[in-house]
């Protein structure tokens, strides 16, 4: 019998199976990895969760393939975060969940393994986070599976691609400053910000912004227009639409769930300033 593996570098045969190597759309045992652009590289937004591999299950039958293993490479840069598996459709016959145990850049398939039956698939999944706009990072996955009478190992630039940053990046902190201002760590690129102002002699009166920010300077100074309007107010948060986060102004009696916007990430900011919330 044959089978084909989707070019592993190296295989163990058991049971008398011989293997050879065929491209990934005939394979027995397939694998993906994202689509590239015409540059060639994968584009990707800080922030965004990624399908790094989906291996999928060729075999004829009942022949279940499980994922036991595998290493992700990001060149030293650490953007690879809360990595996890998806198994399409599960195997019932599992009685507990499986889990990873993250090992650095090596993560084990806790038993029972990820296992999947045809035409099943499996894809391993990860955060993104602290890619620049412009900036690439080469990423280099490995893999282990096995299935009835055969274990395989899926190395090296096999199963290599690029991403591409194309958003602007992740704010690693933002603080208050004055009534109306803020800064921020880590821009760059440009945002949509939304601001969230309350009447400094009634708490019960607020309104929201919305204007462009070209990732310099304090974050409300990208569009002056409106400035009028909200002398009597105060800023108490700042949204930033393309990367999903949101800071609020510290020591003011609030929380994310004050907040008018359902955000993904909530932070209450590093600094208020000299400016009181509320002054009467």
């Known amino acids: 019998m044959s089978v084909g593996t989707g070019a592993f570098s190296s295989m163990e045969a058991e049971r008398g199976v011989e293997v050879n190597v065929v491209e990934d759309d005939e394979a027995f045992v397939g694998y993906e990895t994202p689509k590239e652009n015409k540059n060639g590289n994968v584009p990707v937004s800080d922030g965004d969760r990624l399908t790094l591999v989906t291996v999928r299950n060729r075999f004829s039958s009942n022949h279940a393939i ?33 889990s990873i145990e993250d090992l650095g850049n ?7 393994e990820k296992t999947f039956k045809p035409p099943g698939k499996a894809q391993i999944t990860a955060d993104i986070d602290g890619i620049s706009s412009g900036q690439t990072v080469d990423i280099e996955v490995t893999i282990t599976v096995k299935g009835t009478g055969v274990a395989a190992r899926l190395f090296g630039d096999t199963r290599m691609f690029t991403l591409e940053g194309t958003g602007p990046a992740r704010i690693d902190s933002l603080t208050f400053n004055g009534a109306r201002n803020a800064n921020t760590d880590g821009a760059s690129g440009t945002y949509t910000l939304d601001f969230w102002l309350v009447n400094k002699n009634d708490s019960d009166d607020y309104i929201t912004q919305e204007r462009e920010w070209n990732g310099t300077g304090n974050v409300n100074s990208g569009n002056g227009q ?9 800023l ?31 932070v209450e900011a590093d600094g208020n300033g000299n400016s009181a919330c509320n002054p009467n």
């Open 66 to 98: 499980g994922l036991v293993g595998f290493e992700i490479d990001d060149d030293g840069k650490d953007i690879i975060e809360d990595v996890s598996i998806d198994v399409e459709p599960p195997d019932k016959s599992e009685k507990d969940p499986s």
């Open 106 to 112: 090596e993560y084990d398939v806790q038993s029972p």
């Open 226 to 234: 409106g400035n009028s309007e909200i002398n009597n107010y105060r």
């Open 236 to 266: 108490l948060a700042v949204r930033f639409h393309e990367t999903n986060q949101a800071f609020y102004r510290p020591n003011c009696g609030i929380n994310e769930t004050d907040l008018p916007w359902n955000v993904g990430t909530v």
